[in-house]
C-alpha cells in the first residue's frame, strides 16, 4: 500500500473524502502515490484561511516580502535536484528537465523578491486640469491559479510569485 499524501488545510494536513492514484506516465507500474482529495467543505475552509493570510501578507513591508520570497525561492534552488526527480517521476518528463524547471521556478521567486524592494510605480499627467494619475502596485487579493500539466512547478511559481 502506498503511502497517503494528505492536503494541508488550515495549518492541519487532513485526509480527503477520497483519495486518487498517482502513477508515474513513464512507468505506470511506478505508484508515486494516494493523493486526498478535498471535500466541497475543506475548500472553502482552504479558501477562507486563504484569505486571511492574504490579509497578513498585505500588511507586510517590502523587506519582510522580499525575505519571506527570496527564502522560498533560495530552498527551491537549492533542493533542485531532489525536487527535480519527484517532478519527473510524477510527470514522466526527463530528469533535466524536472531539475531545470524546480531551479527555474525558483528564480521566479527571487526575481520577484527582489521587485519587492524596487517600488517603481508610475505618474502621467491627466487631460483634465489639475488632476496627476497616479499608478502603484499592491497586492490585490486571493487568487486561484490552475497550472498547466507540463510545467506545473514553473507555471504555479511564476503566478504565485
Given at each position: 500500500?502506498?503511502?497517503?499524501?494528505?492536503?494541508?488545510?488550515?495549518?492541519?494536513?487532513?485526509?480527503?473524502?477520497?483519495?486518487?492514484?498517482?502513477?508515474?506516465?513513464?512507468?505506470?507500474?511506478?505508484?508515486?502515490?494516494?493523493?486526498?482529495?478535498?471535500?466541497?467543505?475543506?475548500?472553502?475552509?482552504?479558501?477562507?484561511?486563504?484569505?486571511?493570510?492574504?490579509?497578513?501578507?498585505?500588511?507586510?513591508?517590502?523587506?519582510?516580502r522580499?525575505?519571506?520570497?527570496?527564502?522560498?525561492?533560495?530552498?527551491?534552488?537549492?533542493?533542485?535536484?531532489?525536487?527535480?526527480?519527484?517532478?519527473?517521476?510524477?510527470?514522466?518528463?526527463?530528469?533535466?528537465?524536472?531539475?531545470?524547471?524546480?531551479?527555474?521556478?525558483?528564480?521566479?521567486?527571487?526575481?520577484?523578491?527582489?521587485?519587492?524592494?524596487?517600488?517603481?510605480g508610475?505618474?502621467?499627467?491627466?487631460?483634465?486640469?489639475?488632476?496627476?494619475?497616479?499608478?502603484?502596485?499592491?497586492?490585490?487579493?486571493?487568487?486561484?491559479?490552475?497550472?498547466?500539466?507540463?510545467?506545473?512547478?514553473?507555471t504555479?511559481?511564476?503566478?504565485?510569485?
Open positions: 500500500m502506498s503511502e497517503l499524501h494528505k492536503n494541508l488545510i488550515a495549518g492541519d494536513w487532513l485526509a480527503g473524502e477520497s483519495e486518487i492514484e498517482n502513477r508515474n506516465p513513464s512507468d505506470l507500474s511506478d505508484l508515486v502515490g494516494l493523493y486526498a482529495q478535498a471535500s466541497a467543505e475543506q475548500l472553502e475552509a482552504t479558501l477562507d484561511r486563504a484569505v486571511e493570510a492574504q490579509r497578513v501578507w498585505a500588511a507586510y513591508g517590502p523587506e519582510r522580499q525575505a519571506v520570497l527570496h527564502a522560498i525561492g533560495s530552498e527551491m534552488m537549492a533542493r533542485a535536484d531532489e525536487l527535480g526527480r519527484l517532478l519527473s517521476r510524477e510527470e514522466g518528463k526527463p530528469l533535466a528537465e524536472g531539475r531545470g524547471e524546480i531551479y527555474r521556478a525558483g528564480q521566479f521567486f527571487t526575481y520577484y523578491g527582489a521587485e519587492c524592494l524596487r517600488q517603481l508610475e505618474n502621467a499627467d491627466s487631460v483634465r486640469d489639475g488632476v496627476e494619475i497616479d499608478v502603484r502596485r499592491e497586492p490585490v487579493g486571493t487568487v486561484a491559479i490552475i497550472s498547466p500539466w507540463n510545467f506545473p512547478t514553473a504555479a511559481s511564476w503566478k504565485i510569485a
